[in-house]
């Protein structure tokens, strides 16, 4: 309980850090072509899932990039070209 009341009046009293104008990121938005905004849901089993998280993870990318990337290459393969 004390610990509880130590955390909430130290986070009442300790003003959130701000980053100086020059360390903030700048946010850019990507041309009209180079924007992702079309969602897609897949249904996956849990297995199947944890099989494309690991593969995404060996890879180094994200489970959403991953997939797009499989996605890509295999429709290529297939004949088909993305759009």
Do not use: N
């Amino acid at each position: 309980m004390f610990l509880l009341w130590y955390c909430q009046t130290m986070a009442a009293k300790k003003p959130a850090r701000q980053k100086p104008d020059a360390e903030r990121s700048i946010l850019r938005r990507k041309a009209d072509g180079d924007r992702r905004e079309a969602i897609m849901k897949v249904l996956a089993t849990e297995e199947e899932r944890a099989a494309f998280q690991a593969a995404a993870d060996a890879a180094g990318m994200s489970l959403s990039t991953w997939l797009r990337h499989v996605a890509i290459r295999e429709s290529k393969t297939e004949g088909g070209e993305p759009h």
